[in-house]
């Protein structure tokens, strides 16, 4: 019997669908909790809970994944590198990762 984790929780159905696809894409085995609650009340399980779990083993990866998809984070910052020191990419002013290599310019 293996452990299971949460990784993600919504209070919209589809969104945690959407993460839960998203993991399979990548090789994980996702399960939902709650998901059917939404086909008892309608309106697409919107305000209702609902719960992504992966087998503990796979949690790390999942994260890192479910991370990424939130797309870069915006920083107020005017010393921002014109070029990742990483990389070599143009530096996107106010990004927090290159969007290349997603490391930190510092």
């Known amino acids: 019997m293996q452990d299971w ?12 669908q959407l ?14 909790r709650n998901e059917n609650l939404a086909a008892l009340v309608g309106m697409g399980g919107i305000g209702l809970p609902c719960r992504v779990f992966v087998p503990s083993i796979q949690a790390e990866k999942a994260s890192k994944i479910l991370l990424r998809s939130q797309g870069p984070t915006l920083v107020a910052s ?9 990389c070599n990419a143009p530096w996107e002013v106010g990004f927090a990762l290159c969007w290349k290599c997603e490391q930190e310019p510092y």
């Open 5 to 16: 984790i949460e990784v993600f929780h919504s209070d919209n159905t589809l969104v945690a």
């Open 19 to 32: 993460k839960a696809r998203l993991l399979e894409q990548h090789g994980l085995t996702p399960i939902l």
């Open 78 to 86: 005017i010393e921002a590198p014109e070029y990742c020191p990483h």
